[in-house]
């Protein structure tokens, strides 16, 4: 055959192609078997294939099988590991920006495939609400704290325990007196106005664990650095926490969402890099929400002799914050003594009239306010959708009303609407009824700290709003993006990907509870180092409800066996066979190894 101006034409040999495809095809399979093969020993315990280990079996009963494994216990230099915020792996990356606080879990090879020991002597935690002024010091063994900031009573070492008097950088004198004086600037925070708030920078989150009483739940948030363990204090006694840092990515939460954000001299520097930290803070708070500054610069006139600083400088970062924050459409709300408000636009009338030159400039429309999952941070200012007038402070039911008003940005999401919103509420209602019968524990004091792994609006959250815990709603970072939703309602909690570890430390909740996070991302995630980052994250005697396909549920309980884990298999309170109920408990045991391995 010739081209059609006279060149020839070179076909393929059919037969050779064959043999090449053939070639391939078993080069490729061979590869993956000794990929399989592959097994690296690492510092903690053995990272193996899933294919030697956790193979899936012929399917019995339309049901996946999976060979039954033993992990060794990790050794006791782990017993604090944080995989994502690990201070083993800082020297990797810079200090530019505090970069080496930010999350950088580790790859698969280094994964560890080990169960994390309890520190020596380690006992249930003290049960809330005692909890919130105590708890045991061989559970959270870290001394820094209690030397470095004695002065300012943030905890005191008292025998066995550590005690809270409830002490702060800008509160030495206790944490009551402080937030009363807040009240009386913001008297939104007294009849339900505000709901949610966030810490950044919270010591023991006595801040956060004041507000509990006065109806305000607060994500306290904190990095992992010199100040050790502060988020692991705060969970440890029943108090909502983080481990988290504003540097180079946004924080893991949508946009407009906290009614309330509160720095008490948490040596975040505002005003540096163009305020692109306060931007965070502005994206992040709801319109009419309130920002609240205790320490430098405010009050600078009568302060800063004790900062080692000038009061000519400090009135310019003062003025220069100022400055900074009304670009943003912030307006000062109230100030008195080492505190002041400022307080978001309520409205877009603000941001209609800046400038179309200003700086920073308004986000344009490549920026997803709502992404928080690894997006960098950028200088801009998010202008809220006007459409969504009613979820301005101003303009929202306030508390307790809106945990069951449907809210207004629901609307985004494909397929949701008013009616699935409240048939989600009975459908909970009822699950919780049925759940309680199969873990008479819960709804009491012996389960304080707890998470939902997979949530869509917050529904098992809101189901146990009259039991004395508190619910971290974890939304997937690559599903439909409900949060919003969850916050809107006056409920908390972050994005997360469980392909990946939480941002916590080990044996930080009292009860896990996922509704078929198996099915939906079994693609991606897989289900052994799913269930090991659980057992890292489970109180020993806490436990999980496991909600799952009958397809899952067997392969589950045989991986929880391998961690020492108790499980049973229950029916749903509707008794179909298509799906189940796991109750699995994680056991008390003390480590056999007497150092790193």
């Known amino acids: 055959m010739k081209h059609k101006d ?141 030397n470095e900031k004695s002065n300012q009573h943030w905890l005191r070492k008292d025998g066995e325990k550590f005690l809270f008097p409830g002490g702060g950088t800008m509160f030495p004198n206790g944490v009551g007196e402080y937030v009363d004086l807040m009240v009386d600037l913001i008297p939104e925070m007294k009849d339900g106005t505000v709901r949610t708030a966030i ?39 029943g108090i909502p926490a983080m481990l988290g840092v504003i540097s180079t990515q946004r924080l893991p939460y949508p946009s407009n969402s906290f009614d309330m954000a509160h720095c008490s001299r948490c040596l975040i520097p505002w005003t540096e890099f163009g305020g692109i930290y306060l931007h965070e803070i502005h994206r992040i708070l709801r319109p009419g929400g309130f920002w609240i500054l205790s320490g430098p610069p405010v009050n600078y006139e009568r302060r800063w002799r004790g900062w080692n600083t000038t009061i000519e400088e400090q009135r310019s970062d003062y003025e220069k914050l100022q400055d900074v924050l009304t670009s943003m459409c912030f307006k000062l709300y109230n100030k008195k003594d080492d505190i002041a408000v400022w307080q978001k636009s309520k409205d877009n009338n603000c941001y209609d009239k800046l400038p179309s030159d200003t700086y920073p400039p308004k986000c344009d429309d490549s920026f997803e306010p709502d992404a928080g999952w690894y997006v960098p941070l950028r200088t801009c200012v998010v202008v809220p959708e006007a459409k969504y007038k009613k979820s301005a402070l101003t303009y929202m039911p306030k508390w307790p009303e809106r945990l069951l008003d449907t809210p207004e940005r629901i609307a985004a999401i494909h397929g949701a609407s008013s009616s699935t919103f409240n048939h989600d509420n009975s459908k909970w209602k009822k699950r919780v009824q049925h759940y309680k019968k199969l873990l008479p524990e819960l709804g009491t004091e012996k389960v304080r700290n707890v998470m939902d792994m997979n949530t869509l609006y917050g529904g098992f959250a809101a189901a146990l709003i009259n039991d004395p815990l508190w619910v971290m709603n974890v939304v997937s970072a690559y599903g439909t993006n409900s949060l919003p939703v969850v916050y809107d309602r006056g409920l908390i909690g972050t994005y997360h990907d469980w392909c990946e570890a939480f941002s916590t430390y080990p044996r930080t909740y009292d009860l896990l509870h996922l509704d078929g996070l198996f099915t939906d991302e079994s693609h991606r995630c897989e289900m052994k180092y799913v269930l090991l ?53 994680k056991k008390l045991w003390n480590s056999s190894k007497k150092g790193p391995r």
């Open 533 to 585: 980052e659980m057992e890292r994250i489970l109180r020993p005697g806490g436990h999980a409800i496991i909600r799952e396909s009958a397809y899952f549920v067997d392969a589950i309980a045989t991986v929880a066996k391998g961690m020492r884990w108790g499980c049973r298999k229950e029916n749903t309170e509707y008794g179909v066979e298509k799906e189940k109920i796991l109750i699995c408990q």
């Open 6 to 146: 006279g060149k020839p034409i070179n076909l393929p040999n059919k037969n050779r192609n064959v043999t090449l495809a053939i070639t391939v095809i078993v080069l490729c399979g061979l590869a993956f078997y000794l990929g399989g093969m592959q097994c690296n020993s690492q510092n903690g315990g053995i990272v193996t294939n899933t294919i030697e280990k956790v193979l899936d079996l012929p399917k019995q009963s339309g049901s996946l099988q999976v060979r039954p494994i033993n992990f060794p216990e990790c050794s006791t230099d782990l017993q604090d590991y944080t995989p994502c915020t690990d201070p083993r792996r800082w020297r990797k990356y810079g200090t530019y920006r505090l970069t080496l606080l930010e999350r950088h879990c580790p790859p698969l090879s280094e994964r560890k495939e080990c169960l994390i020991p309890p520190p020596d002597g380690y006992k249930p935690p003290i049960r809330w609400p005692k909890s919130r002024d105590e708890c045991w010091y061989r559970n959270v063994p870290y001394d820094w704290i209690n």
């Open 199 to 237: 810490d950044t920078g919270c010591g023991v989150a006595s801040w956060g664990g004041d507000l509990l009483d006065r109806g305000i739940l607060t994500i306290s948030l904190a990095p992992r650095d010199n100040h050790e363990a502060q988020v692991q204090f705060a969970l440890e006694r």
